[in-house]
């Protein structure tokens, strides 16, 4: 088992940038792949970055690129999201996730993680 704890939600004004944070315990956090998805309300679950074990492959939704970071420090155990330039429309729970596997490329498909945190709460104002 694989626990996920995010935090590093608030609520911004659109422009303003904020870094969200996942800490990861249970397993060796190297061998996951790790992932950040995102849903509003009403909406489905939005995919926004994947990054691999190593951190040399990164994948992100279009509405993000240009504007959002994902990273990780497999020594901390922990994978962050930086996230420039907010919008009204970046408002959603934000949800890690992370799934096993040591492949150079992954998938930003919700269906392939295995794990998932509990979410922290983004909320950008105009």
């Known amino acids: 088992q694989v626990q996920l704890v995010e935090s590093g939600g608030g609520l911004v004004q659109a422009g303003d940038s904020l870094r969200l944070s996942c800490a990861a315990s249970g397993r060796t956090f190297s061998n996951y792949a790790m992932a950040w998805f995102r849903q509003a309300p009403g909406k489905e679950r939005e995919s926004v970055a994947s990054?691999?074990?190593?951190?040399?492959?990164?994948d992100y939704a279009d509405s993000v690129k240009g504007r959002f970071t994902i990273s990780r420090d497999n020594a901390k155990n922990t994978v962050y999201l930086q996230m420039n330039n907010l919008k009204p429309e970046d408002t959603a729970i934000y949800y890690c996730?992370?799934?096993?596997?040591?492949?150079?490329?992954?998938?930003?498909?919700?269906?392939?993680?295995?794990?998932w945190g509990q979410g922290t709460q983004v909320t950008v104002s105009t």
């Open positions: 990054i691999n074990w190593s951190a040399d492959s990164t």
């Open positions: 996730a992370a799934f096993e596997t040591r492949a150079r490329r992954v998938p930003l498909e919700a269906r392939r993680y295995d794990y």
